[in-house]
Protein backbone atom coordinates (compact mmCIF):
# COMPACT_ATOMS: atom_id res chain seq x y z
CA UNK A 1 0.00 0.00 0.00
CA UNK A 2 1.49 3.58 -1.03
CA UNK A 3 2.06 5.71 1.56
CA UNK A 4 -0.88 8.13 0.56
CA UNK A 5 -3.46 4.93 0.51
CA UNK A 6 -2.24 4.12 4.08
CA UNK A 7 -2.72 7.54 5.38
CA UNK A 8 -5.92 7.35 3.69
CA UNK A 9 -6.30 4.31 5.11
CA UNK A 10 -5.79 5.54 8.72
CA UNK A 11 -7.75 9.18 8.64
CA UNK A 12 -11.21 7.23 7.73
CA UNK A 13 -10.14 4.96 10.81
CA UNK A 14 -10.08 8.37 13.31
CA UNK A 15 -12.91 9.66 11.36
CA UNK A 16 -14.94 6.39 12.44
CA UNK A 17 -13.97 6.08 15.75
CA UNK A 18 -14.34 9.96 16.65
CA UNK A 19 -18.17 9.58 15.46
CA UNK A 20 -18.43 6.29 17.33
CA UNK A 21 -17.03 7.87 20.40
CA UNK A 22 -19.85 10.80 19.88
CA UNK A 23 -22.81 8.49 20.06
CA UNK A 24 -21.53 6.34 22.82
CA UNK A 25 -24.09 4.47 24.50
CA UNK A 26 -24.64 6.12 28.24
CA UNK A 27 -22.94 4.62 31.20
CA UNK A 28 -26.06 2.85 32.84
CA UNK A 29 -26.15 2.82 36.38
CA UNK A 30 -29.31 1.11 37.80
CA UNK A 31 -30.08 1.83 41.40
CA UNK A 32 -32.05 -0.97 43.48
CA UNK A 33 -33.62 -0.34 46.62
CA UNK A 34 -36.79 -1.79 48.88
CA UNK A 35 -39.09 1.25 50.00
CA UNK A 36 -41.73 3.02 48.25
CA UNK A 37 -41.26 6.10 46.33
CA UNK A 38 -42.90 8.07 48.29
CA UNK A 39 -40.27 7.85 51.66
CA UNK A 40 -37.13 9.24 52.16
CA UNK A 41 -34.99 6.82 50.18
CA UNK A 42 -36.98 6.96 47.57
CA UNK A 43 -37.11 10.52 47.36
CA UNK A 44 -33.38 10.43 47.73
CA UNK A 45 -33.16 8.35 44.23
CA UNK A 46 -35.92 10.52 42.56
CA UNK A 47 -33.93 13.65 42.72
CA UNK A 48 -30.48 11.91 42.64
CA UNK A 49 -32.10 10.87 38.74
CA UNK A 50 -33.25 14.28 38.08
CA UNK A 51 -29.72 15.52 39.21
CA UNK A 52 -28.23 12.94 36.67
CA UNK A 53 -30.62 13.85 33.76
CA UNK A 54 -29.74 17.05 33.90
CA UNK A 55 -26.06 17.60 34.47
CA UNK A 56 -24.80 14.25 33.02
CA UNK A 57 -27.23 13.65 30.31
CA UNK A 58 -25.84 11.80 27.36
CA UNK A 59 -23.15 10.72 29.61
CA UNK A 60 -25.06 8.72 32.27
CA UNK A 61 -28.49 7.14 32.49
CA UNK A 62 -29.56 6.86 35.96
CA UNK A 63 -32.26 4.24 36.49
CA UNK A 64 -34.22 3.60 39.69
CA UNK A 65 -36.19 0.67 41.04
CA UNK A 66 -37.97 0.91 44.02
CA UNK A 67 -39.99 -1.50 46.20
CA UNK A 68 -37.41 -4.92 45.56
CA UNK A 69 -38.76 -4.48 42.10
CA UNK A 70 -35.16 -5.45 41.14
CA UNK A 71 -33.33 -6.61 44.71
CA UNK A 72 -34.31 -7.28 47.93
CA UNK A 73 -31.66 -6.25 50.03
CA UNK A 74 -30.54 -9.95 50.59
CA UNK A 75 -29.21 -10.03 46.93
CA UNK A 76 -28.55 -6.83 45.96
CA UNK A 77 -24.84 -6.28 47.49
CA UNK A 78 -23.83 -9.91 45.92
CA UNK A 79 -25.53 -8.60 42.69
CA UNK A 80 -23.37 -5.45 42.90
CA UNK A 81 -20.34 -7.40 42.95
CA UNK A 82 -21.15 -9.30 39.77
CA UNK A 83 -21.78 -5.70 38.69
CA UNK A 84 -25.72 -6.40 37.58
CA UNK A 85 -26.37 -3.16 39.86
CA UNK A 86 -24.40 -0.31 40.10
CA UNK A 87 -26.01 1.88 43.62
CA UNK A 88 -28.17 0.39 46.64
CA UNK A 89 -28.85 2.49 49.89
CA UNK A 90 -29.94 -0.60 52.19
CA UNK A 91 -30.21 -0.24 55.65
CA UNK A 92 -27.14 -0.27 58.13
CA UNK A 93 -28.31 -3.26 59.78
CA UNK A 94 -28.09 -5.45 56.31
CA UNK A 95 -24.20 -5.42 56.21
CA UNK A 96 -22.87 -7.87 58.69
CA UNK A 97 -21.39 -10.27 56.04
CA UNK A 98 -18.90 -7.38 55.16
CA UNK A 99 -18.18 -5.74 58.33
CA UNK A 100 -19.30 -5.75 61.37
CA UNK A 101 -18.22 -1.66 62.96
CA UNK A 102 -21.72 -0.96 61.45
CA UNK A 103 -23.53 -3.19 63.96
CA UNK A 104 -22.55 -0.05 66.20
CA UNK A 105 -26.06 1.30 63.97
CA UNK A 106 -28.14 -1.71 65.95
CA UNK A 107 -27.20 -0.53 69.49
CA UNK A 108 -30.50 -0.38 71.34
CA UNK A 109 -31.25 3.69 72.80
CA UNK A 110 -27.70 4.58 71.41
CA UNK A 111 -28.80 7.54 69.98
CA UNK A 112 -31.14 10.28 71.44
CA UNK A 113 -32.18 12.25 68.00
CA UNK A 114 -31.29 12.24 64.39
CA UNK A 115 -29.06 15.21 65.14
CA UNK A 116 -26.62 12.90 67.72
CA UNK A 117 -26.50 10.54 64.62
CA UNK A 118 -25.29 13.11 62.32
CA UNK A 119 -22.74 14.38 64.35
CA UNK A 120 -21.51 10.93 64.73
CA UNK A 121 -21.81 9.82 61.09
CA UNK A 122 -19.96 13.43 60.36
CA UNK A 123 -17.19 12.77 62.69
CA UNK A 124 -14.37 10.70 61.55
CA UNK A 125 -15.50 7.51 63.33
CA UNK A 126 -18.87 7.89 60.85
CA UNK A 127 -16.90 9.02 58.23
CA UNK A 128 -14.13 5.91 58.69
CA UNK A 129 -17.09 3.90 58.71
CA UNK A 130 -18.17 4.58 54.95
CA UNK A 131 -14.49 3.12 53.82
CA UNK A 132 -15.04 -0.44 56.20
CA UNK A 133 -15.59 -2.32 53.30
CA UNK A 134 -13.42 -1.81 50.30
CA UNK A 135 -11.53 -4.71 50.79
CA UNK A 136 -14.59 -6.61 49.70
CA UNK A 137 -15.23 -4.45 46.79
CA UNK A 138 -17.70 -1.93 48.26
CA UNK A 139 -17.43 1.76 48.48
CA UNK A 140 -19.86 3.96 50.76
CA UNK A 141 -20.69 6.65 49.32
CA UNK A 142 -23.30 8.24 52.05
CA UNK A 143 -25.93 8.34 55.12
CA UNK A 144 -29.39 8.31 53.76
CA UNK A 145 -31.55 9.37 57.21
CA UNK A 146 -34.94 7.47 57.81
CA UNK A 147 -35.19 7.97 61.40
CA UNK A 148 -36.03 6.19 64.88
CA UNK A 149 -37.58 3.27 65.09
CA UNK A 150 -41.01 2.20 66.58
CA UNK A 151 -42.06 -1.23 67.61
CA UNK A 152 -45.85 -2.28 66.68
CA UNK A 153 -47.49 -5.50 67.82
CA UNK A 154 -51.09 -6.72 67.99
CA UNK A 155 -50.61 -6.41 71.84
CA UNK A 156 -49.85 -3.04 73.53
CA UNK A 157 -46.36 -3.06 74.42
CA UNK A 158 -45.33 -0.67 77.04
CA UNK A 159 -42.77 -2.66 79.51
CA UNK A 160 -39.86 -5.51 78.05
CA UNK A 161 -42.45 -7.90 79.68
CA UNK A 162 -44.70 -7.15 77.23
CA UNK A 163 -42.74 -8.40 74.43
CA UNK A 164 -41.78 -12.05 76.15
CA UNK A 165 -42.59 -15.04 73.79
CA UNK A 166 -43.61 -12.35 70.92
CA UNK A 167 -42.46 -12.68 67.53
CA UNK A 168 -40.74 -10.05 66.09
CA UNK A 169 -39.71 -9.19 62.03
CA UNK A 170 -36.45 -8.20 61.91
CA UNK A 171 -33.90 -7.43 59.19
CA UNK A 172 -30.95 -8.93 58.68
CA UNK A 173 -29.10 -8.18 61.83
CA UNK A 174 -27.59 -10.13 64.56
CA UNK A 175 -27.57 -7.23 66.55
CA UNK A 176 -31.19 -6.63 66.40
CA UNK A 177 -31.62 -10.68 67.22
CA UNK A 178 -29.47 -9.82 70.79
CA UNK A 179 -32.01 -7.02 71.32
CA UNK A 180 -35.22 -9.26 70.91
CA UNK A 181 -33.58 -11.77 73.03
CA UNK A 182 -32.58 -9.28 76.11
CA UNK A 183 -36.82 -8.93 76.10
CA UNK A 184 -37.23 -12.64 76.05
CA UNK A 185 -39.37 -12.02 72.05
CA UNK A 186 -38.74 -14.23 69.31
CA UNK A 187 -36.71 -12.39 66.71
CA UNK A 188 -37.37 -13.67 62.91
CA UNK A 189 -35.24 -12.44 60.06
CA UNK A 190 -37.47 -11.24 57.22
CA UNK A 191 -37.24 -9.73 54.02
CA UNK A 192 -38.85 -6.09 53.76
CA UNK A 193 -41.37 -7.19 51.12
CA UNK A 194 -42.91 -9.59 53.22
CA UNK A 195 -43.71 -7.94 56.62
CA UNK A 196 -47.17 -6.51 55.51
CA UNK A 197 -48.34 -10.48 55.06
CA UNK A 198 -46.43 -11.88 57.87
CA UNK A 199 -48.60 -8.97 59.91
CA UNK A 200 -51.85 -10.02 58.18
CA UNK A 201 -51.19 -13.66 58.18
CA UNK A 202 -50.33 -13.75 61.68
CA UNK A 203 -47.73 -15.33 61.12
CA UNK A 204 -45.77 -12.92 63.46
CA UNK A 205 -46.69 -10.56 66.21
CA UNK A 206 -44.67 -7.32 65.94
CA UNK A 207 -42.18 -5.73 64.28
CA UNK A 208 -40.28 -2.56 64.31
CA UNK A 209 -39.63 0.27 61.73
CA UNK A 210 -40.13 4.05 61.14
CA UNK A 211 -43.20 5.83 60.74
CA UNK A 212 -42.90 6.64 57.37
CA UNK A 213 -42.25 2.76 56.29
CA UNK A 214 -45.10 1.53 58.23
CA UNK A 215 -47.17 3.73 56.61
CA UNK A 216 -46.05 3.52 52.92
CA UNK A 217 -46.30 -0.29 54.00
CA UNK A 218 -49.77 0.12 55.37
CA UNK A 219 -48.32 -1.99 58.17
CA UNK A 220 -51.04 0.16 60.68
CA UNK A 221 -53.59 -1.42 58.94
CA UNK A 222 -52.53 -4.68 60.35
CA UNK A 223 -51.09 -4.35 63.83
CA UNK A 224 -53.46 -3.12 66.64
CA UNK A 225 -50.85 -1.09 68.61
CA UNK A 226 -47.92 0.94 68.04
CA UNK A 227 -45.52 1.66 70.97
CA UNK A 228 -43.56 5.27 70.66
CA UNK A 229 -40.13 3.78 71.82
CA UNK A 230 -37.34 5.44 69.30
CA UNK A 231 -35.54 2.74 70.32
CA UNK A 232 -33.26 2.04 67.81
CA UNK A 233 -32.05 4.17 64.13
CA UNK A 234 -33.65 2.97 60.78
CA UNK A 235 -30.63 4.69 58.48
CA UNK A 236 -29.25 3.84 55.33
CA UNK A 237 -25.50 3.82 53.00
CA UNK A 238 -25.90 4.43 49.63
CA UNK A 239 -22.69 1.94 48.14
CA UNK A 240 -21.18 1.37 45.20
CA UNK A 241 -19.06 -0.91 43.87
CA UNK A 242 -15.01 0.22 43.91
CA UNK A 243 -14.27 -1.90 40.23
CA UNK A 244 -17.79 0.49 39.10
CA UNK A 245 -16.27 3.57 40.50
CA UNK A 246 -13.10 3.73 40.24
CA UNK A 247 -13.82 2.85 36.52
CA UNK A 248 -15.60 6.02 36.02
CA UNK A 249 -14.14 9.16 33.86
CA UNK A 250 -12.96 11.17 36.43
CA UNK A 251 -15.25 13.77 35.17
CA UNK A 252 -18.06 11.52 35.34
CA UNK A 253 -17.70 11.06 39.02
CA UNK A 254 -17.10 14.44 40.07
CA UNK A 255 -20.82 15.25 38.58
CA UNK A 256 -22.58 12.14 40.61
CA UNK A 257 -20.70 12.98 43.97
CA UNK A 258 -21.66 16.41 43.74
CA UNK A 259 -25.71 14.47 42.63
CA UNK A 260 -25.37 12.68 45.12
CA UNK A 261 -24.71 15.31 47.98
CA UNK A 262 -27.71 17.22 47.01
CA UNK A 263 -30.16 14.08 46.46
CA UNK A 264 -28.68 13.10 50.25
CA UNK A 265 -29.41 16.64 51.72
CA UNK A 266 -32.86 16.35 49.75
CA UNK A 267 -33.59 12.92 51.29
CA UNK A 268 -32.62 13.56 54.77
CA UNK A 269 -34.95 16.89 54.54
CA UNK A 270 -37.55 14.67 53.65
CA UNK A 271 -37.01 12.28 56.39
CA UNK A 272 -37.46 14.79 59.19
CA UNK A 273 -40.84 15.98 57.36
CA UNK A 274 -42.18 12.09 56.64
CA UNK A 275 -40.88 11.06 60.43
CA UNK A 276 -44.00 14.02 61.49
CA UNK A 277 -46.33 13.77 59.04
CA UNK A 278 -46.76 9.73 58.69
CA UNK A 279 -47.23 9.62 62.38
CA UNK A 280 -49.71 11.76 61.63
CA UNK A 281 -51.42 9.81 58.80
CA UNK A 282 -51.44 6.69 61.42
CA UNK A 283 -52.52 8.29 64.10
CA UNK A 284 -55.49 9.67 61.67
CA UNK A 285 -56.01 7.31 60.12
CA UNK A 286 -57.77 4.94 63.23
CA UNK A 287 -56.53 1.76 62.36
CA UNK A 288 -53.72 1.63 65.25
CA UNK A 289 -53.39 2.86 68.51
CA UNK A 290 -50.36 4.79 69.54
CA UNK A 291 -48.78 4.02 72.59
CA UNK A 292 -46.96 6.90 74.39
CA UNK A 293 -44.86 5.25 76.97
CA UNK A 294 -43.98 6.86 80.08
CA UNK A 295 -40.15 7.76 81.05
CA UNK A 296 -40.33 5.00 83.97
CA UNK A 297 -41.45 2.37 81.18
CA UNK A 298 -38.92 3.43 78.53
CA UNK A 299 -36.10 3.15 81.33
CA UNK A 300 -37.01 -0.56 81.82
CA UNK A 301 -36.44 -1.37 77.89
CA UNK A 302 -33.05 0.88 78.60
CA UNK A 303 -32.08 -1.81 80.93
CA UNK A 304 -33.64 -5.00 79.36
CA UNK A 305 -31.50 -4.29 76.36
CA UNK A 306 -28.34 -2.77 77.61
CA UNK A 307 -26.46 -5.72 77.76
CA UNK A 308 -26.37 -5.68 74.20
CA UNK A 309 -24.25 -3.32 73.80
CA UNK A 310 -21.15 -5.32 75.72
CA UNK A 311 -21.55 -8.48 73.74
CA UNK A 312 -21.22 -6.52 70.48
CA UNK A 313 -18.26 -3.88 71.60
CA UNK A 314 -15.94 -6.05 70.91
CA UNK A 315 -16.54 -6.60 66.69
CA UNK A 316 -17.65 -2.49 67.02
CA UNK A 317 -14.86 -1.29 68.79
CA UNK A 318 -15.52 0.35 71.92
CA UNK A 319 -13.73 3.31 70.47
CA UNK A 320 -16.36 3.62 67.89
CA UNK A 321 -18.98 3.08 70.78
CA UNK A 322 -17.92 5.98 72.87
CA UNK A 323 -17.70 8.10 69.90
CA UNK A 324 -21.41 7.70 69.58
CA UNK A 325 -22.07 8.34 73.27
CA UNK A 326 -20.04 11.50 72.99
CA UNK A 327 -22.24 12.75 69.70
CA UNK A 328 -25.42 12.78 72.27
CA UNK A 329 -23.73 15.56 74.34
C1 LIG B 1 -36.33 -2.92 56.51
O1 LIG B 1 -35.97 -4.00 55.99
O2 LIG B 1 -37.17 -2.84 57.40
C2 LIG B 1 -35.73 -1.64 56.01
O3 LIG B 1 -34.37 -1.86 55.76
C3 LIG B 1 -36.37 -1.21 54.74
C4 LIG B 1 -35.73 0.05 54.24
O4 LIG B 1 -34.90 0.00 53.37
O5 LIG B 1 -36.09 1.10 54.80
Redesign the pocket.
Known amino acids: MSKLRLFQALAVVCILSLAALAHAAPIVIKFS???AED?P?GQMAVKLKQCVDAKLAGKVQLEVFPSSQLFD?DKVLSAMLLGDVQLA???L??FEKYTTVLQIYDLPFLFKDMKAVDTFQQGPEGQAMLKSMEDKGLIGLGYIH?GLKQMGANKPLRVPADAKGQKFRI?TSDVLAAQFDAVNAIPLKK??SE?FTLLQTKAIDGQE??WS?MYTQKMHEVQDYITETNHGL?D?MLVTSAEFWNGLPADVRTELEACIKEAIAYGNKVSDEKDIDDKKKIADSGRTQIITITPEERQQWVEAMKPVWAKFAPSIGQKNIDAAVAANK
Do not use: C, I, Q
Open positions: HVVTKDAPASKNMPFVNTNLY
